[in-house]
């Protein structure tokens, strides 16, 4: 499979990473070898081989349901680039 | 769908009669004191991002890690929708940009839920009752909250919510009115409420609904059906259905089709519009978390937490019908909140149960409801209650004059046998003091006398003069039996 | 006479112990390496003040007989790890000026055990990177030169990647450790272009959280040090349960430095004949004989074996690394932390934001990533992708099944490669490096690289060691079995300095 530059815009918007007309051709190029390098994976039969969903068997650790954390609001906006009385500010969403 | 088409259920066009077609999708606030994945509180109603992690804010480098009691309430809940429990489930990212949605993806369940097919009997008005299916509910994340309203050019993000559990209820697309979607979730509201597993607070957003609609001729396949977001009351999801479904029925009979898409129901102008920034085609990219292990768990866990479910409405119901000797209306309106049935069964042990039914439906709640009150703060406990039907049928006090005391116990309070006593309200069964108001009665009145021998309906007339010589405290079998005799008829 | 900064991690806590030098005197002998050798861009921030502080608490610490395992030891920490205070960039431009408010489980260990903190070490972007080139504040240069007709050339070589930064300060005496992460080769490949000797260990050993993520389900932390035994402390620290990490061992942490010594007697080796790769060099192909040697000597068991499917470990990691990827840094959208640029709307902010922020390796994965999770490639990429990975990982549990403790094969194909020489046209040359390390990250092993001998141009040349899952000690045995063999590998010359 190979992409073309329609494909490598679609997945630029949905990344949300601006992609300039002259970066669409450079990146198709290193994108399709990399698809092309990843192609070989088709020789293998995985025929009732299962996922990996955890690399090592373990049971999920879980918390009790206590209130431990928060309360930090002032540390929590510390580094954003905008805020107001500990709001996040970002430019306008339209609904 | 095999389900028949019931005629009445139908939708009249303007050229033919639709079947409307509703499915829902209900997100419903787990109750835990802390988010799914942090330690920061689920309170409502904190200053901005003073609820929020290192984790619900997407630290870099911060992970999430599972709260058990948001498992146990989802268990809970599957059992009490009757649903198979999956021992292991997957916590999938689903991959979106959100300025209130900071990891940048939503941890929910995709593949795996934790719980599948269930399903919810829903009683309706007319005595009729159906069987709404359930397909699944996963466990995930909420998401922020963005504020609009407070600058011309820029949003403000809270994050307070971000993390909180929901619980995401499917069903199946089983519902064919307005009124059907209403009574689904004014039922599956009352299961989760039983269950302690969801407050169903719809106006703190607890509780919201996202209704799918379509519609079709009968008989006819599915329709293309329009996805109506984030309703947030059982009046809505009426409303909204309602004109969603004419809206739907106006484009096809012009001819046209529908597109599928995300709809608003904006109440003020009664009508959907498409969410156009919804529009642009999603691509969710879920893949498990690898942040998280596979949810599994025993049924020994499973069995642990079906021991400690409360009796839940259906089988309430069904017992207040075998052992109270309910209809099944009253037994489904006093079921409807854990509450009011523990409050009528506090009334109803040792007692007439439909009397104290009748005392519990139509005063108490009669009255709560014109006062905007709710039974738990109800000023007649269940035992001034009780004592008050105790009184009417050991022959103390008549029914009217149980209905001042009533008045008396709401308004004031106090015990309600010491009120009888103290204020003379007692039944007078001494004949003597009846008959003396009955012969000043019939003395006073020869030509009713006449007509009465004549039209024996006119008893009702004596009793109630004689009623109202006596303060209303006659017993009312007395008066009956000496009026007759005096009267001589029958 | 060695300055002290030349001593080794375990030589510098006996020292301290001893009372021969202070930890204020050994801090400040770091201090003024580094000063000196800032030409080889191995920190990306220096923490000089907080390091004397942290080195005068030790110095108490000692005198009141209270010494903690690592107290006074100065080390360098790679800026993929938060820490409370400090810049942290993950070598990336978006997370430009970003200061946590935490510090990370692997580095808080540290602390807890009295080590110092020199600075922040540089590193591949996000740690995406196998040379130290992707890095948004320059790439690290080796402190190693090749030696052409006897004379050092004077082409720059890089260090590997992405603890580029790590493995260059390690070997240029610039602290006495470092901390390091390892996703596909990350800590074994720059240990071997520099001499270095670092371990993955066992995915769960090392708590990630406070570690600015890349690939969830492979990265790892660990050290890399100057000899085996310093690896073997510094893990002993870093390691350890974590409640706030689901996917940490709740497991004790074994002395790692008792396992150093612990020879290889009766212990059976297996060398994978899969490794026996196209194109490997001779030179490559007798280090390896060579190792295999050692270890026979010393009383090993060496078998060949077979793993099969190790040639589609490197394609799979190319799938399933850019896909956790991709979603783990879409949370750098320019609204709680680094980098906003603004844009017409909300959507305009987040691609100028992340197109300025992220470099040009960085942007490839997530995209990468991005397109193998998209509707309709899901199960041809992804899915396939984790179903090798558990192939992978029979092949592994097969061979240790077969009476197998360890495994022995090459670190890195080659020797280091010149600045600007690898995957300029084609990515896919630079992921090559990665050849022989991404098979233990895909089945969640340990793995340790040991110099083992130079090149012909004089250049440092690492061994893997593989191990069973949470034994990491018998790589610590079996590498120091390589070390005292083949003799520590020595920098010709302080060139930089
Ligand atoms: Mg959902
Ligand atoms: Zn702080």
């Known amino acids: ?95 | 769908m095999t389900a028949a088409v019931n005629p009445k259920k139908l939708i009249k066009g303007g050229l033919h009669d639709w079947e409307v077609v509703i499915g829902m999708e209900i997100h419903a606030q787990v109750t835990s004191r802390s988010k799914l994945f942090s330690g920061a509180s689920t309170e409502f109603g904190a200053e901005p991002n003073d609820h929020v992690s290192l984790v619900d804010a997407a630290m870099p480098g911060m992970l999430p890690v599972i709260n058990e009691e948001c498992v146990a309430q989802a268990v809970r809940t599957g059992l009490g929708l009757k649903a198979r429990i999956n021992h292991r489930s997957v916590f999938d990212r689903k991959n979106y940009f959100y300025p209130d949605l900071p990891q940048g993806y939503q941890i929910s369940q995709f593949k795996d839920p934790i719980v599948g097919e269930g399903e919810v009997l829903v009683d309706l008005v007319d005595g009729e009752s159906i069987t709404v299916g359930i397909e699944r509910l996963h466990l995930e994340q909420d998401a922020g909250k963005s504020l609009h309203d407070q600058n011309p050019t820029q949003s403000f993000v809270d994050l307070n919510r971000s993390g909180v559990a929901l619980m995401e209820i499917v069903s199946r697309p089983d519902l064919r009115s307005s009124e059907e979607a209403r009574a689904y979730v004014t039922k599956l509201r009352t299961i989760l409420r039983y269950l302690g597993t969801c407050d169903g607070d719809m106006e703190k957003g607890s509780l919201r609904a996202d209704v799918n609609v379509s519609v079709r001729k009968p008989g006819e396949p599915l329709g293309t059906r329009c996805e109506i977001k984030n309703v947030n009351s059982i009046r809505f999801i009426g409303q909204a259905i309602e004109v969603e479904a004419r809206r739907q029925i106006a484009i096809l009979e012009d001819g046209g089709t529908i597109s599928q898409e995300t709809r608003l129901f904006d109440p003020g102008k009664g009508e959907t519009r498409s969410m156009r920034s919804k529009e642009e085609a999603h691509d969710y990219r879920y893949f498990p978390d690898p942040d998280l292990l596979p949810l599994e768990f025993d049924q020994a866990y499973v069995d642990a937490l079906a021991e400690g479910l409360p009796e839940l409405p259906d089988a309430k119901k069904a017992r207040f019908i075998a052992d109270y000797g309910l209809s099944p209306y009253d037994a489904g309106v006093l079921i409807a909140e854990r509450t009011s049935a523990d409050y009528y069964e506090a009334v109803a042990k040792g007692r007439d149960g439909k009397a104290a039914a009748n005392w519990v439906i139509n005063e108490l709640f009669g009255r709560l409801n014109k006062e905007g009150k709710t039974i738990e703060a109800s000023p007649v406990s269940a035992d001034q209650l009780g004592a008050v039907v105790d009184l009417i049928g050991e022959g103390t006090i008549s029914g009217k004059i149980a209905k001042d005391l009533f008045e008396i116990v709401w308004s004031e309070g106090g015990d309600p046998r010491q009120i009888v006593e103290s204020r003379g309200m007692k039944q007078v069964t001494d004949t003597g003091a009846i008959e003396a108001a009955i012969d000043d009665i019939i003395a006073k009145n020869p030509d009713k006398v006449t007509q009465a021998r004549e039209k024996p309906t006119l008893l009702g007339w004596f009793v109630g003069q004689t009623m109202k010589a006596t303060g209303g405290k006659a017993n009312p079998a007395a008066v009956n039996s000496l009026l007759k005799a005096k009267l001589g008829i029958e | 006479m060695t300055t002290l900064n030349e001593l080794t991690l375990a030589e510098a806590r006996d020292g301290l112990k001893a009372k021969d030098f202070s930890a204020s005197e050994l801090t400040q002998a770091h201090l003024d390496a580094m000063e000196k050798a800032r030409g080889l861009n191995a920190y990306v921030l220096e923490t000089p003040e907080r390091a004397l502080t942290m080195a005068n608490v030790a110095d108490t610490k000692i005198a009141h007989g209270e010494a903690r395992p690592l107290e006074g030891i100065p080390l360098g920490i790679k800026d993929l790890f938060c820490t409370h205070g400090v810049a942290t960039t993950a070598g990336s431009k978006i997370l430009e000026g970003f200061q946590p408010h935490y510090e990370s489980a692997v580095t808080h260990n540290l602390w807890r055990d009295g080590a110092v903190m020199l600075g922040k070490l540089n590193l591949d972007e996000f740690a995406m990177g196998s040379s130290n080139e992707t890095s948004a504040y320059g790439d690290t240069i080796s402190p190693w030169r090749r030696q052409e007709n006897g004379k050092l050339s004077d082409a720059k070589l890089v260090p590997g990647g992405s603890s580029g930064g790590s493995a260059a300060a390690v070997a240029a005496h610039l602290c006495l450790g470092a901390t390091a992460t390892d996703t596909g080769g990350s800590i074994r490949q720059p240990a071997a272009f520099t001499g270095t000797v670092g371990i993955k260990p066992t995915y769960g050993r090392c708590s990630r959280w406070g570690t600015v993520a890349y690939a969830s389900s492979l990265d790892q932390a660990g050290p890399i040090a100057r000899t085996v035994r310093d690896c073997a402390i510094l893990l002993g620290s870093m390691a350890g349960a974590d409640a706030r990490d689901t996917t940490c061992a709740d497991l004790p942490v074994p002395d790692f430095e008792a396992a150093v010594s612990r020879g290889v007697k009766g212990l059976t080796i297996g060398i994978p004949k899969e490794y026996r790769v196209d194109g490997m060099s001779a030179e490559v192909q007798a280090l390896w004989d060579r190792g295999a040697a050692m270890l026979k000597d010393a009383g090993a068991t060496v078998r060949e074996i077979s793993l099969p499917h190790t040639p589609y470990a490197l394609p799979a990691y190319y799938i399933v690394a850019p896909a956790e990827a991709s979603s783990n840094l879409a949370r750098y959208d320019g609204v709680r932390y680094g980098l906003r640029v603004p844009g017409k709307d909300i959507a305009g902010m987040y691609e100028n934001t992340r197109a300025a922020g992220f470099g040009r390796e960085v942007k490839r994965r997530i995209m990468i990533g991005t397109y193998v999770l998209s509707a309709g490639y899901y199960d041809a990429y992804y899915v396939r992708a984790q179903k090798i990975r558990t192939l992978i990982k029979r092949d592994f549990e097969a061979a240790y099944a077969s009476g197998i403790d360890a495994i022995l094969t090459p670190a890195t194909p080659s020797a280091a490669f010149g600045l600007g020489e690898k995957g300029s046209g084609d990515p896919v040359e630079m992921y090559l490096q990665d050849v022989f390390t991404i098979t233990v990250n895909m089945a969640g092993l340990p793995g340790l690289s040991v110099p083992a001998g130079l090149d012909a141009q004089g250049l440092p040349l690492g061994l893997q060691l593989i191990g069973r899952p949470f034994d990491e000690e018998t790589l610590f045995a079996a590498a120091q079995v390589i070390e005292t063999a083949a003799g520590r590998t020595k920098l010709p010359a302080a060139w930089w300095a």
């Not at chain 1, 300039?20 to 081989?49: H, K, M, R, S, Y």
């Not at chain 1, 929590?76 to 905008?82: K, T, Y």
């Open chain 1, 1 to 95: 499979m190979s992409v073309d530059a329609t494909t490598v815009r679609r997945i630029a918007h949905l990344a949300r990473i601006a992609v300039g007309e002259d970066e669409v051709a450079p990146l198709q190029g290193e994108l399709n070898a990399i698809l092309a390098f990843v192609e070989q994976l088709g020789a293998v039969d995985v025929t009732g081989v299962e996922p990996m969903t955890s690399v090592t068997p373990m049971a999920m650790k879980k918390r009790v349901d206590a209130v431990t954390d928060g309360g930090y609001a002032g540390d929590i906006v510390s580094n954003a680039p905008e805020t107001e009385d500990h709001y996040f500010l970002v430019p306008k969403v339209v609904e």
